[in-house]
């Protein structure tokens, strides 16, 4: 039986950085209408004209991977936006990445232009393998592709970045997952101390074969946008209603065979990458509206506050 393994092992060709493709998925300005309608949020990281160009080097130098498509939900109503995808046209030029653009605006919820984005950026990909990133994230350290060939070897398609080692302490049992909003469930892994089995799927960094990572996002319910909640957001909530709908109806055997997703722990540090993104909101006040004017005296009832409190602090 170990023979016949290591046979198996053997056919299947190790990952080299050189054949994988990054997909990098960019917006400078998002609407969330299901959590505030009043509010559009501007990227703070984009504020910093040169955060794309070290995102990439960020990643060339944590991976030795080279070849780059940035997918970009374009709002092309949106000053903010339209400076984005003009410095990206100038990094274009620089970089030699591919630049995806899909057409949105700020009235369309972010829900659906984003994840339109994902798919886009997906049905670009060459490679067998890719690596998606979205724009705001960063290394810690250099990615360990023995270790990635090793889940691979052992049957991974996804393996995602650990962003917060200390959350895999304690198990979440299925029971916990239906009474909270605690969606992760994890499983000891047969690899190594390296690797935790999951349930979930997130938009955080993953390595994938693309022709699973294209399954688990097909086989979902799109018909609803409004996704930010339980399931989580984007192209996130589809996909983890219908694994939990699939985790109910399988036996644990049959779930883990359908979805080999792990996530990649390193035991030095607590988060092989980062997320310093973070958006700003904007109020858009329509003075006509009642409710617009509460909110107005929200915004100054804030403002004020913050000063006060700095007062304080002095």
Same mark, same amino acid.
């Given at each position: 039986?170990?023979?016949?393994?290591?046979?198996?092992?053997?056919?299947?060709?190790?990952?080299?950085?050189?054949?994988?493709?990054?997909?990098?998925?960019? %917006?400078?300005?998002?609407?969330?209408?299901?959590?505030?309608? $009043?509010?559009?949020?501007?990227?703070?990281?984009?504020?910093?004209?040169?955060?794309?160009?070290? =995102?990439?080097? /960020?990643?060339?130098?944590?991976?030795?991977?080279?070849?780059?498509?940035?997918?970009?939900?374009?709002?092309?109503?949106?000053?903010?936006?339209? +400076?984005?995808?003009? $410095?990206?046209?100038?990094?274009?030029?620089?970089?030699?990445?591919?630049?995806?653009?899909?057409?949105?605006?700020?009235?369309?919820?972010?829900?659906?232009?984003? %994840?339109? =984005?994902?798919?886009?950026?997906?049905? +670009?990909?060459?490679?067998?393998?890719?690596?998606?990133?979205?724009?705001?994230?960063?290394?810690?350290?250099?990615?360990?592709?023995?270790?990635?060939?090793?889940?691979?070897? $052992?049957?991974?398609?996804m393996i995602r970045l /650990?962003?917060?080692?200390?959350? &895999? %302490?304690?198990?979440?049992?299925?029971?916990?997952?239906?009474?909270?909003?605690?969606?992760?469930?994890?499983?000891?892994?047969?690899?190594?101390? $390296?690797?935790?089995?999951?349930?979930? &799927?997130? +938009?955080?960094?993953?390595?994938?074969?693309?022709?699973?990572?294209?399954?688990?996002?097909?086989?979902?319910?799109?018909?609803?946008?409004?996704?930010?909640?339980?399931?989580?957001?984007?192209?996130?909530?589809?996909?983890?209603?219908?694994?939990?709908?699939?985790?109910?109806?399988?036996? =644990?055997?049959?779930?883990?065979?359908?979805?080999?997703?792990?996530? &990649?722990?390193?035991?030095?540090?607590?988060?092989?990458? &980062?997320?310093?993104?973070?958006?700003?909101?904007?109020?858009?006040l329509n003075f006509s /509206?009642?409710?617009?004017?509460?909110?107005?005296?929200?915004?100054?009832?804030?403002?004020?506050?913050?000063?006060?409190?700095?007062?304080?602090?002095?």
């Amino acid at each position: 039986m170990s023979l016949l393994m290591n046979e198996n092992k053997s056919k299947i060709a190790l990952l080299d950085p050189k054949s994988v493709e990054v997909l990098i998925i960019t %917006s400078a300005s998002k609407k969330i209408p299901e959590i505030d309608p $009043n509010i559009k949020a501007l990227s703070e990281a984009v504020k910093n004209i040169n955060f794309i160009e070290e =995102t990439i080097e /960020n990643i060339c130098s944590n991976t030795s991977i080279k070849k780059f498509i940035i997918a970009h939900d374009l709002k092309i109503d949106c000053n903010f936006s339209l +400076n984005h995808h003009k $410095n990206l046209l100038r990094l274009k030029k620089k970089y030699n990445f591919k630049l995806i653009t899909s057409a949105s605006s700020s009235e369309m919820p972010s829900q659906l232009s984003a %994840s339109i =984005t994902f798919k886009l950026g997906l049905k +670009n990909i060459s490679s067998k393998w890719f690596l998606l990133w979205e724009h705001d994230f960063m290394f810690h350290k250099k990615l360990d592709w023995q270790l990635v060939n090793e889940c691979i070897e $052992n049957g991974g398609k996804m393996i995602r970045l /650990n962003k917060s080692y200390g959350y &895999y %302490s304690n198990k979440i049992n299925l029971e916990t997952i239906l009474k909270s909003k605690k969606m992760e469930r994890i499983f000891n892994s047969k690899i190594s101390k $390296n690797f935790i089995n999951t349930n979930h &799927y997130s +938009n955080t960094p993953f390595i994938s074969e693309l022709q699973f990572c294209k399954t688990l996002w097909e086989e979902v319910n799109f018909e609803y946008t409004d996704w930010n909640g339980h399931f989580g957001g984007f192209i996130e909530g589809p996909v983890n209603q219908a694994m939990l709908t699939n985790e109910l109806n399988l036996s =644990t055997d049959q779930f883990l065979k359908k979805y080999p997703i792990y996530s &990649y722990v390193d035991n030095e540090i607590d988060n092989l990458v &980062y997320h310093r993104g973070t958006y700003e909101p904007i109020y858009l006040l329509n003075f006509s /509206n009642f409710f617009n004017i509460i909110l107005l005296l929200k915004v100054f009832k804030k403002f004020f506050k913050s000063k006060i409190l700095k007062l304080v602090v002095k």
